[in-house]
Structures are given as structure tokens and as C-alpha cells.
């Protein structure tokens, strides 16, 4: 029996050690956030999750990190993050946030990322919540972001900077734009009653909005009306608006701003524990320093903004403006927030922190005072002036003893008022690198406000109430792997007003959804952060939720790769076909072809196919090659010899008269983009060039390069070139007399009954009838003469589509790519189709060490050989585009289009599905019969929208 037990735990005990982790922790002092005392344990991790907490010293896993002496502890929170917009374009600007253990931040105060006017809307890509939840995910984030809706942008929206009550129609779109966003994931509404025009709303008004919120669970976050005369009123209101709105308050920065209204502390706090006594939830967040942070134009009486700051600011040199405006705050009068009167009226008080001046030099971190003096300037002259540039101000207005008290109250939670750091003005305060060590060192280690189990309980599971992620917050087996270890001997801030983005030190590791993000102190490249959806989220309108076309019984498992796949990419939409043989058994789309509109992809939208156009000029080439207008062996610029350089003494390559049809079909001519650049992006300077408004077109990109040296021997090598599709386009239109796109469907797509394959359009108000809009949370310059480097999404702008007509121009549906894939040899007669399948004689064929490629292009398309056989494709990538198309060895094929081109786990969608699907493929053992082709014998895009 003894022998038993013993081989039991054995058995046991080997089960245990060989439980596999993507990352195990050793030997840390665990403070779970629970607020109970820290414990010794090991942590695993797997798949995003806690996994487990035991001894896992044997446990296997890649990444094993001994924290023995460390504090491991589940995430904070940041309660009022601002915005996580600059880490769309910049995610490394996190690094003030996971530097302080920062895991999730939650963005909106009064404004938020969405929704964005028409104006704006087509600078950023995005207009509604749902299209910047998808931007912000197709980015990836070092941290999570909860989001609410703000007031004030959806104010400005329906009313602009107008200082009186909205008209019920306008009421009414303010409310419609709420539901959206609540729907879309965010958690609540959040106003900035101290900044017009906020501050000309009511308390009803505000009311309407928080009950929409309240409709889906939301809650109500506010930047309160006053922090320091009439405090205890402005906590009865933002009370009363959640009661308007059946919702739960949340108070940020709470504050008793100015020396006499530091003794209402006790009465704020009293009036959140009796709101909460009577059962109302009601909590509020702080930052560890007295100084708070706004726009210096906060210190001048509102009404002065009623018609918008622009207005105000052209008058602002006006004598009589001026002596109002400091009559008003040298005065006590009135119900405003009167932030010169809070700092003692001394601009000793007052600290500068970026202040967008080109005319004097005012040093970050000097009082206005100082700054003054040193610019021989009167201080109310440079605060003028500093109103004029929107500077940002600190003003000290705060006491350190009720920081403290707050400290220990169990509904207050913690925030940096900044969010990722990014160089905005607001970064210019140190609570931007330093809040959460400040509290940590000075307040917890130092002062002993708080136990350190209690803070964390309070900047980690209370934050992650607040934001309702109720799958984080602690460190607990199945929770949300938001993990943090640091140094608690060590942790330290070292930011201060003179220089504000100092980083803090102590933090040694940050996980992230089962991620590192801050690995011994430096950041990785990892970006696993995630919208974490508030309960309004209807998860039925995700778009991994959505599929239209026929449901086909025998191929469900594609249905569920594609839903699991949209899901895990956040991907707005995609279209998906598959033929047996000649019969198309399969054609679905999902998701969204227009996310700001719910208009759904079916399996005819329009995709832009980038890069598969090149098979449809090849097949166009091979055509005139059967009619005897081309040979293969044609020396390009003897077809196309009407092109001089730019300049009449360029000298040229004597090997461009080398270089064939073929050399151009197989990649073989001579470019390499790597090495020199890749012709058909140079629309600026090829147009500067040749005196022409930009962007350059096919005509000036040739002329432009009839000057640029070869990178290798034509025939030598094989580098893909866009550029000799470019070629082929050109050639084809001298040998037929017809323009590209119209020889293309005479000869190729019409024989097909391909007839939707049309050529596409760069900008998005040229957007054809049943194309989808494209995503991306790149942005650039655009390349247009009429906007000229004005900043526009990479999909609509920053490159000119027109231009890539025979190699990157064409839009299909996955319907009509089919049809292509399916059926383009029937055009040309097999000995044709042999020579297009062919792989190039030569080095073409051959790597860099002589040896044959596992992948060789032919004549336009990708021949790779396999134990299946060979298999021929292509696929097409542009900013928002990712798109394959597949010829498999068993007479098979299939074709993908997505929406949008890449996600923090795939540089190229298409590519990083082929692998699945064609094993979902391999395991089908019963194909269907049907042919949907006839489902759709001749769908023409419809004529409007």
C-alpha cells in the first residue's frame, strides 16, 4: 500500500513538473490584489491567463523568470488615461504608462477618440467608436484601454462651441451618438465641466446623456463642474446626474482645490459615503501631487469662449478684454472656477510646463513669476501671451495631508491624468512618468498612508471594478494574465517639473494579456494590449459575428476558422470562395464592408485585389503572345520605345535594351526595390522632376527611370518588381491601340464572365458601388496636389492607385476571382499555359548560393513545389488590403480578400491564414456538390450605395 501511494504522488508530482507555461514566475511575494497579506508562490501563464499559482520550479516554459525578493502583483489601473490615440502611431509612447506598471488605461475626459467629424473623420480613419475600436486594435497596444464617450465631443459635434441648451433634435443626435459608442464597446459617458463648452451644459442635459449610457450598463466618469469653492455642489451634482441616469459615479482627480477649501475634505468624503450607504455607487480616483494640471485659458471666466477659443483668441490684445478678465479673476465673485484665486493669486504658484511660445523661451518647470522676471515682462503681459498659445500650466493648489487621508479611503483609486505620454502638453506634468511609483515610495513605503496590500488592492482590483474588466484586476488562476513585478525597496520616481519625463525605476517586468511588454526594465516589442468592451457590447454585431451567403453544411469548418480568425486580428471584413474543380462550393463574406455603417461584405463586395492584378495582365500578355502581337522574347523598350529620360543628356543603363517580356513577367528584369526603391511609390519626386502636379503617372515613372541604373544583370536574378508589371501595362496598350483595363476585360474577363473586376480609385469619395472601405492605423502624407502632405490614411492618399493599374489597381469580388483562378487556362491553349507555368531559365530559378528556390515566380503567378504536388498563386498587399489567391495541387482553389492588411500578430493577413485554411481543406472528406456559380451569373455592381 505504501509502495502505491508513493508511485502515486510520483506519478502525480511528473504530471505536475511537465504542465507546459508560456511564462512561469519563481519564487515571488505574491499581493494579489485581494488586499489580503503577500504570500510566496510561483505564477504560470498560458494562452493570455493565469494558468496557475503553486510551486512550479520543474515546470516547463520558454520564458522562466526567477523573481525571488520581487513583489508580484496584478496590474494597475489608470484611471483617467486621457487618450491611448498616440500610441495608434507611436506604441513605444507606453513607455511612461508600463514603466509604472501601468496595464490598463481608461481613455476620455469630456473628449474621446470617436466620434470625429467628417473633417477629421478623413485625417484619422476613423469616425464612429466602432471603426476607432478597430484602428486601435489593428495598431496593438502595450497596454489595455477601457474607453468612454465624451460630452464634449459629442457636443461640439451637434452644436459646436455654442454657450446655451441644445434643441431637442440636437439633444436627440448627441444621445443617438452615445448609443453608438455604448454599443461599440464603451463604458460610459465622461465630461470636463471645467473647459467649454462643457461648462455651458446643465445638469439635465448631461442627465440625458448618462441615462443612454445607463441603458447599457454604463457608468458616468466626470471631470466635475468645480473643485474648490463649490465643491460640496458639484459632488451633489455628479451625484445627481447618475441618479438621472441610473448609473454609478466616478469622480476624477478628486481634489479640495485653494487653501480655504482644503477643510471640505471632510464633507466630500462624507458625501460619497452617504451616497454609498444609501446604495449608490459612488467612487473618485487621485494622483500623488498638489499641483494639478490644466490649460492656462482654465484661469479666464468661460463666457469669454462662448463663440469658440479661436474667437476669443483673435481678440485677446484688446485693452479692455484684458482689464475684464483680470478684474474678473483679482475678484471673489461668481459660481466660477477660479484657478488664480485657488493659487493664492501668486504667480509663484503657477508652473509652466509646455508652453508653445515662438516669441519668448520660457523654461518647463519655472512659475510664471520666475519666467517673468527673467523676461523683463510684466507677469500678467506673459500670461496673456500664454493664453494665446495654449500653454499648460501646474498650478499648486493642493495639501499633501489630504492626499494622505485620501489615500486610505476604500473607494479611491489612482490615476496619472495623462495616459501615454506622447509629447502633449499635459505630458509636461511628472505625473505623466511618475504617479504610480510616487505613491508607491512616498505615500505607501515612506508615509505608510496605506498598507502596500491595501494600495494595491486599490489601484489594481478597485480600478478594474471601476472599468468593469471583472476578468483582471487580481492574481487569480483564470484571471487575465495583467501581471507586474517590482522592486518595493527600489521603486522610485525621478520626475519633476524641470524635467517631467524622467522615468521611474523599480519596475523590472510588466505582462500584458500573457505578454511581456517591459522585460528587466526595457520595453519589447510586444503589443497584446486590447479594448477591454464595456456591457454594452453587442458582441452579435462584432464583426467575427457576422457571415452572409449560403450556408454550406459539409464546410462549417470554415465558417469557424474564419470567425476565430476575424476574431483574434480584429479584422473589419473579409470575403472567402472556394472551388472543387471547376464548381464554386463555397462563397461567404464576413464582417463589415462599411463598419461605420453596419453595411455587411457579402460574397460580391469589391475588394481592392493589390497585387493579383499582375495574373490578369500576364494572362492578357499570353493572350497577344496566341495573336501574335508579342513575343516573349520582346525586348521591352523596342515595344515601348517613346520614352526619354527626364533629362536629354541622362545617361541610361545600356542594359535596359536587354531586358525581355518575359524577364518582366518572371521578376527577372533587373530591379530591386531592396537595393534602390521601388519605382511605382516615387510619385513625388519622378513628378518634381518633370515639372508635373503630383502624383507622378505611369508615363512619368517610366521617363524617370529610363535614367536609373539596373540593380543586377537582366536574366540573372529573380526580385519582385512592380515595376515591370508597369512595363507589360504600356506594352499592352501599344500593341492593341486600347487602354490597359479595357484590352483586359475584352480579351480575359468577359470571355470568364468575370464582369465585376473593375479598376479602382485611390480616394475613398471615389469609392466604386459595392467596394468595401479599407483600414489601417497607418497614416501619411498625402501625395494629391490639392492636398498636398496633409496627414491621410495610408488607404486613401498617401500613394496613387491609378498608377498601379497592370500590377496593383484591380477590385474583384471573391466570386469573380473564382471565376479567373477557376477557369483563365481555358483562354489559352495548353502549350501557352505550359510556357506561363514554366520557371524562368537562368539564375531566375536559383537563391543567392546557386541553389533551386522553394518558391519561383513565373509568368505572373507563384509556383511553389510540394509533397502534394505544385501549387500556383498570388497574393496583393497595400495599406488596408490583404488579399491570395490559391491554386492547389488537387484541382482545388481559393481566394481570400481582407479589408485591412496586417494586425499585431500578422504582418500580412492572407499569408497568415493560408496555412490553416489549407488544413481545414485537406480535412474535408465530403465536398458538396452544388455549383454557386450560378448563384451569381452576371453581379454587376449596383449603381448606388
Not at 479692455?320 to 488664480?340: A, F, P, V
Not at 512592380?722 to 486600347?738: H, S
Request: hydrophobic letters at 40%; one cysteine or more; proline letters at 5%.
Amino acid at each position: 500500500m505504501r509502495f502505491l501511494l508513493c508511485a502515486f504522488f510520483v506519478a502525480a508530482s511528473s504530471a505536475y513538473s511537465a504542465e507546459l507555461f508560456d511564462i512561469v514566475l519563481t519564487n515571488g511575494r505574491i499581493v494579489d490584489g485581494t488586499g489580503s497579506p503577500w504570500y510566496v508562490a510561483d505564477v504560470g501563464i498560458r494562452a493570455g491567463r493565469i494558468a496557475k499559482i503553486g510551486r512550479l520550479a520543474d515546470a516547463e516554459a520558454p520564458k522562466k523568470i526567477d523573481v525571488k525578493g520581487l513583489i508580484v502583483a496584478p496590474g494597475f489601473i489608470d484611471m483617467m488615461g486621457q487618450t491611448v490615440t498616440p500610441m495608434i502611431d507611436k506604441p513605444e509612447v507606453g513607455l511612461n504608462l508600463i514603466t509604472q506598471g501601468i496595464t490598463t488605461i481608461l481613455a476620455g475626459e469630456g473628449s474621446s477618440g470617436a466620434p470625429l467629424s467628417d473633417a477629421a473623420a478623413k485625417q484619422m480613419g476613423w469616425k464612429t467608436m466602432a471603426e476607432y475600436f478597430h484602428i486601435v486594435e489593428l495598431s496593438g497596444l502595450p497596454v489595455n484601454v477601457a474607453q468612454t464617450v465624451g460630452h464634449t465631443q459629442v457636443r461640439r459635434l451637434a452644436m459646436g462651441e455654442e454657450g446655451r441648451k441644445p434643441t431637442e433634435a440636437e439633444l436627440n443626435q448627441m444621445k443617438a451618438m452615445v448609443r453608438e459608442a455604448m454599443e461599440a464597446g464603451a463604458i460610459g459617458v465622461s465630461t470636463s465641466l471645467i473647459y467649454p463648452p462643457a461648462v455651458y451644459a446643465d445638469t439635465d442635459e448631461i442627465g440625458a446623456l448618462a441615462a443612454v449610457a445607463g441603458e447599457f450598463g454604463g457608468r458616468y466618469f466626470t471631470h466635475m463642474r468645480n473643485e474648490g469653492d463649490r465643491l460640496l455642489e458639484a459632488i451633489d451634482e455628479a451625484i445627481e446626474i447618475g441618479r438621472k441616469g441610473r448609473t454609478p459615479v466616478h469622480i476624477f482627480h478628486l481634489k479640495t482645490a485653494g487653501r480655504g477649501n482644503w477643510s471640505k475634505m471632510d464633507g466630500a468624503v462624507k458625501k460619497i459615503r452617504d451616497a454609498r450607504a444609501q446604495g449608490t455607487e459612488v467612487t473618485a480616483d487621485i494622483y500623488p501631487y498638489i499641483n494639478n494640471g490644466l490649460g492656462i485659458e482654465a484661469l479666464v471666466h468661460p463666457r469669454h469662449f462662448e463663440k469658440g477659443r479661436e474667437a476669443f483668441v483673435s481678440k485677446l490684445n484688446d485693452p479692455e478684454l484684458r482689464k475684464t478678465i483680470r478684474d474678473e479673476m483679482e475678484s471673489d465673485q461668481g459660481e466660477w472656477e477660479n484657478w488664480y484665486k485657488h493659487i493664492g493669486r501668486d504667480w509663484n504658484k503657477l508652473i509652466i510646463g509646455k508652453s508653445n511660445s515662438l516669441r519668448h523661451k520660457v523654461e518647463p518647470g519655472s512659475s510664471l513669476a520666475g519666467a517673468a522676471k527673467t523676461l523683463n515682462l510684466d507677469p500678467w503681459e506673459l500670461f496673456y501671451h500664454l493664453v494665446g498659445t495654449g500653454a499648460f500650466v501646474m498650478p499648486e493648489t493642493m495639501s499633501e495631508d489630504n492626499k494622505r487621508r485620501l489615500i486610505g479611503e476604500d473607494f479611491i483609486s489612482f490615476c496619472t491624468d495623462v495616459g501615454p505620454a506622447g509629447g502633449s502638453g499635459i505630458a509636461s506634468h511628472p505625473r505623466a512618468y511618475g504617479s504610480f511609483p510616487r505613491l508607491l515610495s512616498r505615500y505607501i513605503r515612506q508615509d505608510k498612508a496605506a498598507t502596500l496590500e491595501r494600495f494595491i488592492a486599490q489601484a489594481s482590483a478597485l480600478g478594474a471594478n471601476e472599468v468593469m474588466a471583472r476578468d483582471r484586476g487580481r492574481i487569480a488562476e483564470g484571471l487575465a494574465a495583467d501581471v507586474i513585478i517590482f522592486d518595493e525597496a527600489k521603486v522610485t520616481d525621478h520626475a519633476d517639473f524641470a524635467n517631467p519625463a524622467k522615468l521611474s525605476e523599480g519596475m523590472k517586468h510588466v505582462i500584458v494579456n500573457g505578454q511581456l511588454v517591459l522585460e528587466d526594465g526595457k520595453q519589447t516589442k510586444a503589443r497584446p494590449g486590447r479594448v477591454l468592451r464595456g456591457p454594452g457590447w453587442r458582441k452579435d454585431l462584432a464583426s467575427s459575428s457576422i457571415i452572409t451567403g449560403d450556408t454550406v453544411p459539409e464546410l462549417t469548418a470554415l465558417d469557424r476558422l474564419m470567425a476565430g480568425f476575424m476574431a483574434k486580428h480584429s479584422i473589419p471584413g473579409a470575403s472567402l470562395s472556394v472551388t472543387d474543380g471547376d464548381r464554386l462550393v463555397y462563397a461567404r463574406g464576413f464582417g463589415y464592408a462599411d463598419v461605420a455603417t453596419r453595411e455587411k461584405v457579402q460574397p460580391e463586395s469589391l475588394f481592392r485585389i493589390a497585387s493579383i492584378s499582375k495574373p490578369l495582365t500576364a494572362v492578357a500578355i499570353m493572350k497577344l503572345v496566341e495573336e501574335g502581337k508579342l513575343s516573349l522574347d520582346d525586348k521591352i523598350f523596342d515595344v515601348l520605345d517613346h520614352y526619354d529620360p527626364p533629362k536629354p543628356d541622362a545617361k541610361m543603363d545600356p542594359r535596359l535594351k536587354q531586358i525581355t517580356i518575359r524577364q518582366c513577367l518572371q521578376h527577372t528584369g533587373g530591379w530591386d526595390r531592396d537595393k534602390s526603391f521601388d519605382a511605382m511609390f516615387r510619385y513625388l519626386d519622378f513628378a518634381k522632376a518633370l515639372d508635373l502636379p503630383p502624383p507622378a503617372d505611369q508615363k512619368a515613372i517610366i521617363r524617370n527611370m529610363m535614367a536609373q541604373p539596373l540593380d543586377f544583370d537582366p536574366g540573372s536574378r529573380q526580385l519582385y518588381s512592380n515595376y515591370g508589371f508597369c512595363l507589360l501595362g504600356r506594352a499592352i496598350e501599344k500593341r492593341t491601340g486600347l487602354a490597359y483595363d479595357a484590352f483586359v476585360r475584352q480579351s480575359v474577363l468577359e470571355p470568364l464572365g468575370a464582369r465585376t473586376l473593375v479598376q479602382g480609385h485611390t480616394l475613398l469619395e471615389q469609392r466604386q458601388p459595392n467596394e468595401v472601405h479599407y483600414y489601417t492605423p497607418l497614416r501619411g502624407q498625402s501625395v494629391f496636389a490639392n492636398s498636398l502632405g496633409t496627414i491621410v490614411p495610408s488607404t486613401y492618399g498617401c500613394w496613387n492607385l491609378e498608377a498601379m493599374d497592370s500590377h496593383g489597381a484591380w477590385i474583384a469580388s471573391c466570386v469573380d476571382l473564382a471565376r479567373f483562378a477557376t477557369r483563365f487556362e481555358s483562354l489559352l491553349k495548353p502549350a501557352t499555359v505550359e510556357i506561363m507555368k514554366a520557371k524562368p531559365p537562368g539564375g531566375g530559378a536559383l537563391d543567392d548560393k546557386g541553389k533551386p528556390k522553394e518558391v519561383v515566380y513565373v509568368c505572373g503567378l507563384a509556383r511553389r513545389e510540394t509533397p502534394a504536388g505544385t501549387s500556383f498563386s498570388h497574393g496583393g498587399s497595400l495599406p488596408g488590403t490583404s488579399t491570395l489567391m490559391m491554386k492547389r495541387p488537387d484541382g482545388r482553389t481559393w481566394t481570400v480578400l481582407f479589408n485591412t492588411r496586417s494586425s499585431p500578430q500578422s504582418d500580412a493577413l492572407a499569408r497568415t491564414l493560408q496555412l490553416d485554411l489549407d488544413k481545414v481543406l485537406d480535412s474535408i472528406r465530403t465536398w458538396p456538390k452544388h455549383d454557386l456559380f450560378g448563384k451569381f451569373p452576371q453581379h454587376v455592381p449596383s449603381k448606388s450605395r
